[in-house]
């Protein structure tokens, strides 16, 4: 681990190599106005390399840095020693090109022409072939790890999802989440055990997304036409961010979600309690009828168990083939559970949800919900909802869980 | 070197110097034709990708006729016979010929066309338009735009045509027809390369033969490993 | 047709506006494009500060989403194809006909042509701001994104439109190069004495003429998916999507070469001169040039690795692309090696040319971290790619061109740039450049994701994003001071001589500005580097070259003359193009404009072809053009012409031999070194002194 410069304190920059003194015996390198020293030179380079390490927060919400799990570890681990591979090629490249400039300066009077060497076969064929060696070496390991990363590893007993891209929002689905068949559709936040491989199945129903999670795993592109898949698996438990990567339109930049790696026991009763009927006080009964009305809510979102394949399917024909239809909505069964609401974007609580009812717009531009809902197509944009109505969906919303 | 005599004005352009002795004409016709081999070997691709990929009928082997094509495609052979025979009495300077030997090959390029408008016309009442599937979609996108190009090359011989008439091609100027004939040959290859591609390789595929709604890794086919 | 051209008159003005846009001259042209160019690069520029602006704080409400979608869109096209590309091009036009010893380019109408249409193609790109519908998907537009259910307004059109044009005049002025440099050279450049600038012209031409028909086809694709319904890359129809990222970057990774080529051709150039010193391994940098140019056609998929192409396909272009290193650093090597040992002259051309190889390493060493492909999993579309491009792009292809900007600026103007200006520009360019677009390597690699219009502080990206931000403020500073140096040199009285630099090029040994025969006696080239041989030949006969070529009356020399053809048929192209942007939905006519166009066109085709290249070859030399540019002038104008020394040339005895001063091998016959102007030692000419 010493080898890996954003992990742990303890790891030593190696000290640059004492430069070998020149013919005449000079250990500086000469120059009219400055001299620089081995010592500037490595004071320099440490100066250099520290700066490098403190840029670096692994503890940053999506650094690739403060990786969890076997996926993102090995990808570090390979891109730490190219960091180093690269650290060292640029100090060396770097330094003769700025020794060459610095020693060949031209100086006044000098008007003689300088020997007109025009090649060196032997040191042309070493710098061709040494990084050739380098490269391939480099080429077979990074080869070997790809391979490795390609399938989670056999025996491993995955958790199988299905992650479906919208613009702008994450659909999951779990074929099979508790090992006896029960299935699963929710939507913006994942929930996954701890210290168990997750394989995730990738489409999408619009254009192209990547699911990208910085602290599990690399990402992999989400494409209308194709089956991609990966997999990741987190060793501890807690709270990742997640992103979509691919440059997907409007609210890309809000396409994010959040990955719960709960305990084992936890995710179980998650799973077990899901599509439960919610117990409804009499506000949230009213706020069920406004959203099961007619040209309500339910038109793009189920808030009752899982969507059916079908009515996916209906909605998002209707959102492909009409310019005014509906869209397919986030699945709001286990909405009260989740820790952010509009896709990963903002704290879930009364406040961001009445805003969100209000006109998600503020929170989020370009979001189809606004953009399709009937109730929203108001000259302002602000939903066709009385505060009343919206009080009793938001308590209806917040239990569900 | 540096002898080289002055030039006069009327010099036909092969003897001025070049470096390699090439004209610099025929060199920019050679670079012009390799981009588009490239061009049509994109849009070949892109038909070879899709084969079989339809989603929806008619599907080649409901409309392609091979027989009739056949013929078109032999007519184009010849013209490139037509196109020989007219270099050949461009350099002999026999100034009747030159222009029955253009006015052949373009009359033959014609036919071509002729039957391809034909062809265009059947596929379309027989329900195949370029938003049909996507056999039609590339199939009218490169026999369209290799129709284009014939048709560009019937415009350039009945322009030399008419130069040739106010007397104006003979030996000295035979580069001039060198040049369309050069196209002309071209664009008759490609035909053969479509034709074989389009007709007789891919004129008897049906539709797809799993679940149509799902193309998994279909580009496959053709790229090889990606 | 042809009494069309005896009706207009033949242009004839050698001044003032009309001179301009009727010019066929390689040097004025050249002076089009770039000046177009670099207006292009304060638009690109600008629209790089208001995407810098608004991402300078998280949760910046300055643009709009779609406002800032734009931006990025139009900041990437614009820079690929509107700066950079012309720019080369540019210096293409400018520098080759003088580097090869030529009167003009092979088809000077042509070459007209291309600088206009790649004018129209870049307004059309632009006029899509006037109506407000810029395209917004991203440099390289991924459908399905960019099919009519996702982006129903006609930004995507003018994209498509806009390329396809631009794509038409780079094809052009590539045809126009690649003759030029194969057929046009003088005599006795062959092809390993051609300097590294016309060798990598050469191969950025070849590798345009083989790239470009392929996004040509993507665009047509595109273009008749948007508007005729066809289904090429709609996956309801069965499309595949990735078919679009296949044609775009089988093109796309070509192209990034085809835009730092002429740069590190540039660099080539200017390094020797100013390290008083042949170029480090010629064969090996020509071979190297060429060896990238054909392995660049071997790792597009590398841009796709995220794609889901499977471990094989990717492990296959991982290695590919990492095989680039080598040629490439085998050119930083030869450079390095080439100021090793020499004098170097931190002149404001040379301090471009080395802050091009210092950060031009930094952007190949990311390069090669993307080219691995599971750590590239992490870093693809995030900052830390932003900051590759630009290390490359702005590090190495601008801080070439500006290298070559100020080299050859002397040769053009007569007038050297001032130097302390050029300086402070250059440390504002390098410092600000460094403090931009460094920091973008920790954004990416703390997960922010290129292409966001705005992101929240608690990714902890606040601090980085606002250095970036400020550094553009310094760059914006060092534009504006460069081009206060233009304009304070182009005031000056001409102060450079011909050869300010004591350069090895054959363009340095004719006045400055080049007279507009370029050359009066077509020059016998004796090496490469075949100035300084004939200089250090002359100072070894105690007679030093002071004088440039000199002048002869142009009108003894036959040039082509002015054209309005290649103006026309590009307007027509212009039409054709633009006129698609107007659909009348009705059944037969949808698109009448084009029709216009075309018919414009072919007017423009038709007179051109009628036209002689110059009115004295009127009557019977109905020819395009070709060769004309470079006839041998008539005896006359030889007259004036400075003297050869004696025994150069076609005299010389063919042994060989070795210098007794430098003991540099002599492949060719020389009674003096061509690398140190030393005596040659030679049993056959014993007679010759010490230079
Ligand atoms: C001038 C343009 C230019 C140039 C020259 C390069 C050069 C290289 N590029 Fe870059 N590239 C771009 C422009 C360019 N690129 C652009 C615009 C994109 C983004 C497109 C987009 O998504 O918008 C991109 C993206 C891009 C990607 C995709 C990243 C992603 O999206 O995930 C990759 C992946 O492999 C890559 C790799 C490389 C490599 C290996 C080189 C090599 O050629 C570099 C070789 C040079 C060196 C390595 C340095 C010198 C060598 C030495 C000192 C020798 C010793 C070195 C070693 C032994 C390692 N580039
Ligand atoms: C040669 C290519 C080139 C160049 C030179 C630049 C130059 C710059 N680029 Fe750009 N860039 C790209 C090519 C280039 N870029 C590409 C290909 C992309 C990808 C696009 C995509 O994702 O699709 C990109 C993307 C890109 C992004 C990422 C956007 C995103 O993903 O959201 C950013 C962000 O900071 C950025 C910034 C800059 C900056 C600050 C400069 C600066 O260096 C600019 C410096 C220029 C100036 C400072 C000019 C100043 C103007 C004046 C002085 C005008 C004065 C006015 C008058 C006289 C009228 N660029
Ligand atoms: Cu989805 Cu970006
Ligand atoms: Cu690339």
Redesign the pocket.
Known sequence: MGLLPFRGADSHPPSVRPRRRDKKGKTTLMSKRFTITRKHLFLLGISAILLLLMACAPDAKQSTFGTSGPVAEQQLLLFNVLLWVMIIVFILVEGVLLYAIIKFRRRPGQDELPPQTHGHTALEITWTIVPTILILGLGIWSAITLFDLDQPPAGADALEITVVGHQWWWEFEYPDADGNGKYITTANELKVPVDRAVRVNLRSDDVIHSFWIPKLAGKIDMVPTRENYMWFQADETGTFYGQCAEFCGTAHAQMKFLVQVLPQEDYLAWVESFGEAPTLSAQAQQGQTVFNSTGGCVVCHTATGSDSQEIVASRVQSFMTTETGIAPGPNLTDLATRERVGAGLVELNRQNLRQWLRNPEDIKPGNYMSGRAAIYQTADGRANLSETEISLLLEYLLSLK | MAHHTEISHHAPEEEHPTTTGINNRKLLMWVFLSSDCLFFGSLIATYMVYRGQSLVGPYPVDIIDVPITTISTFVLLCSSFAMVRALAATNEDRQGAIIFWLLTTAVLGAIFIGFQVYEFNLFKTEGLRIDTNLFGTTFFTLTGFHGAHVTLGIVWLLGLAWVAKRGRLGPKTALDVELAGLYWHFVDIVWIVIFTLLYLIGGFDTGPAGDPSLVPHSITGFLGLI | MATLTDVIDRPTSQSGLWSWITTVDHKRIGVLYGVTAFIFLLLGGIEAGIIRLQLSVPDSTLVSADTFNQMFTMHGTTMIFLVIMPLSASFFNFVIPLAIGARDVAFPRLNAFSYWVFLFGGLLLNASFLTNQAPDAGWFSYANLTEKPFSANQGLDYWALGLQVLGVSSLAAAFNFIVTIVNMRAPGMSLMRMPLFVWMTLVTSILLVLAFPVITVGLIELTFDRNFGTNFFVPEGGGDPILWQHLF?VF??PE?YILILPAMGIVSEVLPTFSRKPLFGYPVVVFSGVVIGIMGWA??S??MFTVGLGPVAVTVFMIT?MLIAVPTGVKIFNWIGTLWGGQVDLKTAMLFALGFVALFIVGGLSGVSHAVAPSDNQQQDTYYIVAHIHYVLFGGALFGIFAGVYYWFPKLTGKLFHEGLGKLHFWLYFIGMNVTFFPMHYLGLNGMPRRIYTYASEFGWDGLNMLASLGYLVLFVGTLIFIVNVLISLRKEPDAGHDPWDAPGLEWSIASPPPSYNFAKIPEVEGLDHYWIVKRRAAAEGRPVTEPEAYVDPSTIHMPDPSYWPLVTAIGVLILAGGMLFDTGWDYIRFPIPFIGGIICFIGIIAWANEPPAKEHAGGDHHAEGGHGMEHHPATATAAVMERPAGAGAGAVTVRLLCSNCGNQLSSSFRFCPYCGGAVESPAEPDHQEG
């Open positions: 970057w796309g990774h990034v790792v597009w590398h841009h692309t």
